[in-house]
């Protein structure tokens, strides 16, 4: 099983419209969490941390569920500009530090 | 832009060479980790260094060494380079354990 997993999609949603993703992970003694956005050929930008209380920047909504070991990211109204791929990141400290990317799921917003 | 770059921007290189790619991290930031990122995948955790020691690694065989200097500027060393070794090899730089802000990446290609 891989420590950080998402949907690859792609999700193809009309403009205006919501859009949900999920990702799990495997170890509960992460710690951090992230959501980043890359686009084709870019590197990821950090798009938003997730708290433990969840947490909203505009249109943007986080939020984490730590028994159930998922983050979400929800996004409202979507744009065209919003076509991206999103990756989830998860940070552990054991031994060791890590950060681990999910491989990302595609989203395309249609006009 | 995050204020991180990387150099060079592409590379070839033959299978069996070795190869160093180099790092600047964002002002006032005293971490930085190595991400492999194949076409189509996530970004794969190598390793991170902080204040000039490696303090965590990901599933990468030893060929894979760095180093962080004084100014916390980085390299990514990589020996003998084998045909799976072609991906973006992003730097992402950050202080202490919060996000990470990533540069453009150096795109290697090993014929």
Partial sequence: RKEVEQDPGPFNVPEGATVAFNCTYSNSASQSFFWYRQDCRKEPKLLMSVYSSGNEDGRFTAQLNRASQYISLLIRDSKLSDSATYLCVVSQRGGTYKYIFGTGTRLKVLA | ?111
């Fill in chain 2, 1 to 111: 832009e995050t204020g991180v770059t990387q150099s060079p921007t592409h590379l070839i290189k033959t299978r069996g060479q070795q190869v160093t790619l180099r790092c600047s991290s964002q002002s006032g930031h005293n971490t930085v980790s190595w991400y492999q990122q194949a076409l189509g995948q996530g970004p794969q955790f190598i390793f991170q260094y902080y204040r000039e020691e490696e303090n965590g690694r990901g599933n990468f065989p030893p060929r894979f060494s760095g180093l962080q200097f004084p100014n916390y500027s980085s390299e990514l060393n990589v020996n003998a380079l084998e045909l799976d070794d072609s991906a973006l090899y992003l730097c992402a730089s950050s202080l202490d354990q919060g996000a990470r802000y990533f540069g453009p990446g150096t795109r290697l290609t090993v014929t």
